[in-house]
Structures are given as structure tokens and as C-alpha cells.
């Protein structure tokens, strides 16, 4: 998605149709990809359309950089290829920060003997495991307050906040209490309830608290095209000069929470709008 803030002279649309003439809001970010690629993004231009090349396994693992298109101006380095690392990665978080990160917060999506969240130094690719013992890790996102929240895409999946990643190792997570034991800093590592229990897939969270989330299951009709699954939105707590210490705004975890539904007024592929 195009921060449409950060373009001169373009403003946020306010009306359904305000998408300068474009059919959709779609058709907007790519004409903005096109027409300021390298103002917007640093790269030449756009590429046309998506790759359809096709390569071996064998080619892959001789050099994973094989599996990624690339658009002129940009390009790839292998991470890390340790063998520790978890088989099905999915969402990263850059650590500490976006300009010079250190670490990559990662999600693995396997099952609970399985690594379920690590952390890539990216100087040398070395890997360790940060938490064991969630399913389907999908969701990683730093917070503005500077820790990371993970998720589970499953049915009962659990959200996650990890207070500080880079002293949290090897914590084993009982995905059925919600608790944390074991390894260094289990005490890092809280489950947020309030939020409820469903399979996470997308996060948004904003600088304000607010937290906008998807549920992968939801709804069961395929219909629906602006997300995978319902979204509503949650105000999230500050943190207090403890970073141990989490104090909610006006909320109370353990009972009422803010959660504000967000209606989807259509499902059609031409008119993508929410309220």
C-alpha cells in the first residue's frame, strides 16, 4: 500500500470515487508506482507484471537469490541459510528499528515442536529461537513502543507480545494456557486475550494503538474481498518506563476492551469500500 500522505500535491481519498479517474484504489497505487517509482520507492520502474519463470529446487538451494524477480535498482543477498532455521518462515520485523536494523523478527509457520518465532542477526545470518510451542505462526509486527506481537493462524490462535526479543531464547509457549516457561525471559513473552482467539492473519497497528486484524476463517462464504476475514480494530496500551510493565488506556485486560467491528458495505471486485 502507497502512504498517499507522502505524495506531493495528492491527498488521502475522501469520497468512494475519488481515485483521480481510476477505476479502483488499485489502479491508483499502480499508476503512482509507475509514474514515481524512483522518487517513491528508489527503483527504475515497476516491473510489468508478475514473474512466471519456474526453477528447480537444486537451482533454488544453489542460489536462493534465483527466486526473485527483481525490479532495476534493487537487490537481493542471501540472509541466512542456517540449517536452524525454521522451514517455513512467513511475516519479519525489522529490529530495532526500520532504518538500521540488526535482526529480523521472524514467524515460522509450523507446528508446536517446531521453532514458532526467531531472530536472524542479519551481519552474519546466525539464528536463534526466540519461542517454541506456537502453531502456525503467521503475524510479526514491531511496536511503536518498541516490542514485537505474533499470531497464530489457527482456529484458537493466540496473539503474542514479546517485551524484548534479543533477551528471550529458547522460551517454551503452552499454547492451550497462554503461559511461558522455561529457556531465558519467559516472563518477556505475554498473551494479549482481549484481542480473542481466531486464526491472525494480517496486523495493522498504528502509532496511536489502534490495531486493526484479520481472521483467516472468517467469513465462510469466500466472498469476501477487501480482507481475508472480518477486521475490527483494538486500542493497544503505552508502556511505562518499565518495559515489563504494560498499562492500558482506560481498559482493563482481563475485562472490557475497546473493539470497534468495521462493517464492509460491499464484497463486489469493482467496489472495494469499508466503513
Avoid at 141 to 158: L, Q, S
Avoid at 176 to 201: C, D, M, Q, Y
Wanted: net charge negative; charged share 20%; proline share 6%.
Amino acid at each position: 500500500m502507497v502512504g498517499l500522505s507522502l505524495l506531493p500535491g495528492v491527498a488521502a481519498a475522501d469520497r468512494d470515487d475519488d481515485f483521480r479517474g481510476f477505476k479502483d484504489f488499485g489502479s491508483f497505487r499502480d499508476h503512482l508506482l509507475k509514474e514515481q517509482s524512483r522518487k517513491l520507492f528508489g527503483v527504475d520502474e515497476p516491473l510489468a507484471a508478475s514473474s512466471t519463470e519456474s526453477i528447480t529446487a537444486a537451482v533454488a538451494n544453489a542460489d536462493p537469490t534465483r527466486l526473485v524477480t527483481l525490479a532495476r535498482g534493487l537487490h537481493a543477498r542471501v540472509v541466512s541459510a542456517a540449517t536452524n532455521l525454521g522451514a517455513n518462515t512467513d511475516m519479519i520485523a525489522l529490529w530495532p528499528d526500520d532504518r538500521n536494523p540488526t535482526h529480523l523478527i521472524v514467524c515460522n509457520e509450523q507446528g508446536t515442536t517446531s521453532p514458532g518465532v526467531q531472530r536472524v542477526r542479519i551481519a552474519d545470518g546466525l539464528v536463534e529461537t526466540i519461542l517454541t510451542g506456537t502453531t502456525a505462526c503467521d503475524p510479526a509486527h514491531r511496536t511503536p513502543w518498541g516490542t514485537i506481537i505474533v499470531g497464530e493462524e489457527a482456529v484458537d490462535g493466540n496473539l503474542i507480545e514479546i517485551i524484548n526479543p534479543l533477551q528471550t531464547t529458547n522460551v517454551l509457549f503452552n499454547r492451550v494456557t497462554g503461559t511461558s516457561s522455561g529457556g531465558i525471559g519467559a516472563a518477556n513473552v505475554i498473551t494479549r486475550p482481549a484481542v480473542g482467539r481466531l486464526a491472525f492473519e494480517g496486523i495493522a497497528l498504528y502509532p496511536n494503538g489502534v490495531m486493526y486484524y484479520g481472521d483467516e476463517n472468517r467469513p465462510l462464504n469466500g466472498t469476501l474481498v477487501v480482507c481475508s476475514g472480518f477486521m475490527i480494530s483494538m486500542r493497544w496500551p503505552s508502556v511505562t518506563s518499565s518495559p515489563t510493565m504494560i498499562v492500558p488506556q482506560g481498559v482493563r485486560w482481563a475485562g472490557s476492551h475497546e473493539v470497534v467491528p468495521v462493517r464492509i458495505v460491499s464484497t463486489s471486485p469493482s467496489d472495494r469500500r469499508m466503513r
